[in-house]
């Protein structure tokens, strides 16, 4: 198991920065995601790391070796695409083995690494089939297989379950939490996909416009976003995100939101001028509380009913368990889970703590 360090990366095409300086340090044995929208660096980043796009300034170390000068094969790392890049008229044994064969390994080891590689992927009836028999699922094991036979120190994952329908990613996610765990080994995961960084990440580090904006568990991202970014990015549906004031209630901090003024158990002592308030849609209370909201939009999903609220031009979006007999246009009250609320200093976005929080 190793390290991998990024120190002061940078990567640019010409006039565009796509990266302008990035740190992250990822510790051995960690699977580690790099999320956020299209265009955020994360894929860059990985590529970086692979050895197929070669940084504009900085280092990129892998246990103790700085590898940027080095070309990918030395870099001891093995990487699963999102097109799986199988070679069509070779078997599942054949690109399994494939890398080895490259490395000069002899039929007998290769065979004897193939049988391992197999037993754990669940590969041994598919073997003599070519891509074009399997399915998706099944092409992305073999894609694995191939990344497993060079026991590498480190495995990239490009969004290798965008491909697959839901059922499958639900599956293939299982799969890859338990390789994880069975192996320990480092592995860096790219995905535009929060239910993916959330369940299966030691750490996720969320990025925007080529910069890290939080490196951190995926409780804590959750639950203490670093900024608003961050804040309104993680969670579906998102938070609620609406520009607010504060004030000293008699020791107490009030958070003036829309038509909305919350008394927190907080002390108010240095506190910003403006912020912004997110609340979670499981933090909005629907049924009884100090305040109305009108119902704009009613979602039923089977096992709760997600329900867009009208506050006095406030909006809000709440879970209610169940299949809820809710309707559009009626007048409910609401409650706030209060010590929950997020807030973030109006003037940089970043994340806010009253004292004694």
Not at 29 to 57: D, H, I, N, W, Y
Not at 127 to 149: D, E, F, H, I, T
Request: with cysteine.
């Amino acid at each position: 198991m190793v390290q991998v360090v990024f120190e002061k990366v940078s990567k640019a095409y010409g006039d565009t920065v796509a990266i302008p300086g990035l740190d992250l340090v990822i510790e051995s044995g960690e699977f580690v995601s790099l999320l956020g929208p299209s265009g955020c660096g994360k894929s860059t980043t990985l590529r970086m790391l692979a050895g197929l796009e070669q940084p504009t300034s900085g280092s990129i170390r892998i246990g103790d070796r700085d590898v940027v000068d080095l070309a990918p094969a030395a870099r001891d790392i093995a990487m699963v695409f999102q097109s799986y890049a199988l070679y069509p008229h070779m078997t599942v044994a054949e690109n399994i083995c494939y890398p080895l064969k490259k490395r000069g390994l002899a039929k007998a080891d290769r065979a004897i690494k193939l049988a391992e590689v197999a037993a754990l992927l669940q590969l041994e009836p598919l073997l003599a089939r070519k891509p074009g028999q399997l399915s998706g699922g099944q092409q992305q094991r073999v894609a694995l297989g191939r990344a497993l036979v060079r026991e590498p120190s480190v495995f990239l994952l490009d969004e290798p379950l965008s491909n697959l329908d839901a059922s499958l990613r639900a599956h293939m996610r299982a799969e890859l939490i338990g390789l994880h765990r069975r192996l320990g080994k480092t592995m860096v995961y790219v995905t535009h996909d929060q239910l993916e960084a959330m369940t299966m990440s030691s750490r996720i580090a969320v990025m925007r416009a080529g910069e890290l904006q939080q490196f951190a568990p995926p409780d804590e991202i959750y639950n203490r976003p670093a900024n608003v970014f961050v804040a309104g990015f993680i969670g579906t549906p998102a938070m609620a995100l609406a520009d607010g004031s504060l004030a000293d209630g008699g020791g107490h901090l009030v958070v003036h939101v829309g038509p909305l003024a919350v008394a927190l158990p907080y002390a108010a002592a240095a506190r910003p001028d403006a912020v912004t308030v997110g609340i979670r849609p499981e933090d909005v209370l629907v049924g009884e509380g100090p305040w109305q909201a009108q119902v704009r939009l009613v979602e039923p999903t089977g096992y709760e009913t997600i329900v867009a609220l009208d506050a006095g031009g406030l909006a809000l979006t709440a879970r209610v368990p169940g299949s809820n007999a809710l309707r559009v246009g009626e007048t409910v009250a609401f409650d706030l889970r209060r010590e929950r609320i997020h807030l973030f200093d109006k003037s940089d976005g970043r994340r806010w703590e009253p004292a004694g929080r």
